[in-house]
């Protein structure tokens, strides 16, 4: 279990922290957004671009509401496996 952090929430389905500040703005970027889900910039413009990620385009940047996100990242959550001791 991580300790919570001063000024920061669980994000749904993750087990990290994550810092209020980037989630108290509307609308998030590609690379905070990455920097969010510890993955590439290139992810995350693919889960737009297959319309796993819903996203609007502001100019030539891709901007994701918090919610969609969240949305996002719950319906991929998995269930930690159930263990059995052995027999």
Do not use: C, Y
């Not at 994550?18 to 703005?25: C, Q, W």
């Not at 385009?57 to 269930?79: I, M, P, Q």
């Amino acid at each position: 279990m991580t300790r919570r952090k001063q000024g920061a929430i669980r994000l749904s389905g993750q087990g990290r922290w994550v810092d209020t500040v980037m989630l108290s703005k509307p609308f998030l970027t590609t690379h905070e957004i990455a920097e969010l889900l510890k993955v590439g910039e290139p992810t995350v413009r693919t889960w737009i671009h297959n319309e796993d990620l819903r996203a609007v385009k502001l100019g030539r940047e891709f901007r994701v509401s918090v919610k969609d996100l969240e949305a996002f990242v719950e319906e991929r959550a998995t269930r930690a496996p159930s263990w059995r001791s052995p027999a």
